[in-house]
């Protein structure tokens, strides 16, 4: 069975343009999640998808957006990028919402980098 | 308030040679869950283990062991007979009951020399 996948692996971006970052959750799996991660730091929540409904959001602008297709898929949005969004995004899908029904799958992530 | 901390940033080992990294985690949640992940250079998260808060009983699986203390707040991870392999960034997090995220510690880089 295939795992997370994530679509593009890697990205480079200007100043101020947006970017989208896909992500399929594993198969039978309802719940993708949405992290990012600075290099030499820890993974930081930045949403949660479920049933297509934002079912948490982590400290982060509205610059960032989300959303999950029927199909469970999820994309997420940056606008307006900025130097300090360079970064490693992790995309984790679970069977459901909240995390005490298991572990999240983590994908391999799209390294962002804005110059 | 940081939830979960990772004191130890980076630890060099010779290979067979015994390691612990350290995990405290902070929470008001009577029911939680700790998880410890490996990140290797390649970037995936892969999960180690999952431990919920009612559960103290320490857990073995081969060369890897956690010892989790509710009295201290700790949840540490520890190598046997340390290889090359385990080279890697170790993760530990938290998510609590009412929650629907995972609290991720700063990382320990663990590098395993030959």
């Known amino acids: 069975d295939a795992g997370v996948t994530q679509s593009p692996t890697h990205l480079i971006k200007t100043r101020g343009q947006h970017v989208t970052l896909r992500c399929s959750p594993i198969s039978g799996h309802k719940s993708v999640s949405w992290y990012q991660q600075v290099l030499g730091q820890g993974p930081q929540f930045i949403f949660q998808?479920?049933?297509?409904?934002?079912?948490g959001r982590g400290n982060f602008p509205d610059r960032f957006s989300a959303r999950q297709f029927p199909n469970y898929s999820s994309e997420l949005n940056v606008n307006a990028l900025l130097l300090g969004d360079s970064a490693l995004y992790l995309c984790?899908?679970?069977?459901?919402?909240?995390?005490?029904?298991?572990?999240?799958?983590f994908g391999p992530g799209t390294r962002l980098t804005v110059t | 308030a940081q939830k979960v901390t990772q004191a130890q940033t980076e630890i060099s080992v010779v290979e067979k040679e015994d390691v612990t990294l350290d995990c405290v985690y902070e929470?008001?949640?009577?029911?939680?869950?700790l998880f410890w992940y490996k990140q290797p250079p390649s970037g995936e998260l892969v999960f180690l283990i999952r431990r919920n808060s009612f559960d103290e009983q320490n857990e073995i699986s081969g060369r890897y062991s956690w010892n989790f203390q509710k009295s201290t707040s700790s949840f540490n991870f520890t190598i046997t007979a340390s290889q090359v392999v385990d080279s890697a960034v170790y993760f530990c997090a938290l998510s609590e009951h009412t929650g629907n995220q995972f609290y991720f510690g700063t990382g320990t880089s663990l590098t395993v020399i030959p």
């Open positions: 984790a899908s679970s069977l459901s919402a909240g995390t005490n029904n298991g572990e999240q799958y």
């Open positions: 929470t008001r949640d009577t029911t939680y869950y």
């Open positions: 998808y479920y049933e297509k409904e934002e079912r």
